[in-house]
């Protein structure tokens, strides 16, 4: 019973849409219908408002976080182990795909992901953050390197931790995640992604 209302309570975390909500208070268009109508920092990015962007990052990065940390530190008291912890990371990013709150049209997961993945362990987190940077660096693809960070961070996750329950949702998330850049990964082959602080469409 514990878990199902700890993984309820994270879906509903998980379905505040930063994108959404900070765009409202900066007063911006919904980014759902600009750019590539995705729900996330990169896209509100293409607002050409970079405060609106950092925020929206900050706030999808902070809930997958947050879910993830409450549930590992209150674990003792709460009588929850590793399963209840793998759960809760799931549910928050599931709540960020298809948000409750916004007719269930949600992101693409990269910055919740990297929130989740720094309360499961910060070296994982950090890991996976640092090889995004290398690729959106090199390339100057948001898509293509959270593509990259998704591959590794549960190569990562097994090399430090072996296999445990949360692995399997470290494996879930990067997997949904790919699966939600579909349109970016055809878009990447045209040739036709649009670059980080490109105002021009990208993908849907
Ligand atoms: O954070 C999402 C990013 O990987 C791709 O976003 O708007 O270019 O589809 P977008």
Redesign the pocket.
Known sequence: MTTLLLAVAAYLIGSISFAVVVSKVYGLSDPRTY??G?P????VLRSGNKGAAIWTLVGDAFKGWLAVWLVIRFAGQLGVGDGTIALVAIAVFLGHLWPVFFRFEGG?G?ATAAGVLLALDIWLGLATLATWLIIAYAFRY??LA?LIAAVFAPLYYGLLFGVEPQLFAVVAMCGLLIWR?AK?IGNLMAGKE?RIGSKSK??T
């Open positions: 750019g590539s995705n996330g920092a990169t896209n693409k990269v948001s898509s959270a850049h970016n649009s990208g993908a």
